[in-house]
């Protein structure tokens, strides 16, 4: 409850200011009781009308989705985090935009999570892009701690791979129900055969890391499945390695999250609550 209150709280703060620029993105260095902070990053944009907000204009939880994005390095989590973005009205002014600190941008990889809100629909979406490199593994499982729900994104050609079964084993963890996306299928090698034995094997990835299958109100396994180009802007849910040009958008994606992933329970009228990891004594 505590990091959905935050998130909201970050949310309504962008919106009050309405700070929706990207060039204004900061990506401070703690995490824990900072994490917020780190995972700042005002890429906040709007194409459709504002969430509905309480009498007490706060904003309904019930329109809010917050969401990770988790991957192996190098299978497509930055570049969809983009076109996600750019499908929601975000002006983005460069390639690997949530890469804000130098360092990414210099290496091409996540090093730092980072958070952004979107409207989609009359909700909000807040989107976290974390890093696949295991190097910096902590990162994902404190974001997962926070949010309701993942997208787990997968390289078409490459399969699951090592860092695959280490986020998604921390998603499982805290009782997330993933979204598999399926990246890269325009590529020649790709077909739907090689998609289908993709999907078996995350499925039984799945199963090997506990996820659950006899509640039905955690039917882990039971996960949505898209197919994705992330670098040509497009998801489907269904196998196509080449949409028509009114489907090459990021829709699918976008309405699935809103209709899987649960929203964060809240409690409006409870005293204000975050998370706090470090104490410091100066004599």
């Known amino acids: ?12 703060s962008a919106s009050r200011a309405h700070a929706h620029s990207l060039s204004h993105a900061s990506s401070p260095s703690a995490l824990g009781s900072s994490l917020l902070r780190r995972l700042y990053s005002s890429a906040a944009a709007s194409t459709a009308a504002s969430p509905a907000l309480t ?11 917050n969401v990770a994005v988790i991957a192996h390095v190098d299978h497509g989590k930055t570049t969809l985090m983009d076109r996600l973005l750019r499908q929601c009205g975000a002006d983005i002014p460069h390639e690997r935009a949530m890469d804000s600190i130098s360092l990414e941008r210099e290496r091409g990889i996540t090093i730092a999570s980072k958070v952004t809100s979107v409207s989609w629909k009359e909700t909000e979406l807040n989107m976290v892009d974390t890093p696949g490199h295991a190097d910096f593994g902590g990162e ?28 998604l084993s921390k998603a499982l963890k805290y009782g997330l129900r993933p979204i598999l996306l399926l990246n890269k299928v325009d590529r020649p090698s790709v077909s739907e055969e090689t998609c289908n034995e993709v999907e078996s094997l995350v499925f039984d990835l799945f ?77």
């Open 207 to 283: 199963a090997n890391l506990g996820a659950t299958g006899a509640d039905l109100a955690e039917e882990q396994l039971d996960f949505p499945v898209l197919y994705a180009s992330a670098k040509e802007g497009w998801a489907s849910l269904t196998f196509t390695k080449n949409p028509p040009d009114n489907a090459k958008n990021m829709s699918s994606l976008l309405d699935s999250i809103v209709q899987h992933v649960p929203s964060p329970k809240a409690d409006l009228e409870a005293p204000f609550q975050m998370l706090k990891n470090k104490n410091a004594f100066h004599s």
């Open 140 to 167: 994902v499982e404190r974001v997962v701690g926070m949010v309701e729900g993942a997208v787990l994104v997968v390289d078409a050609g490459e399969g699951p791979l090592a860092q695959t079964k280490f986020v």
């Open 55 to 65: 009498p007490s204009g706060v904003m309904d939880p019930s329109r809010i989705r």
């Open 1 to 12: 409850m505590a990091a959905a209150l935050l998130l909201r709280g970050l949310r309504s």
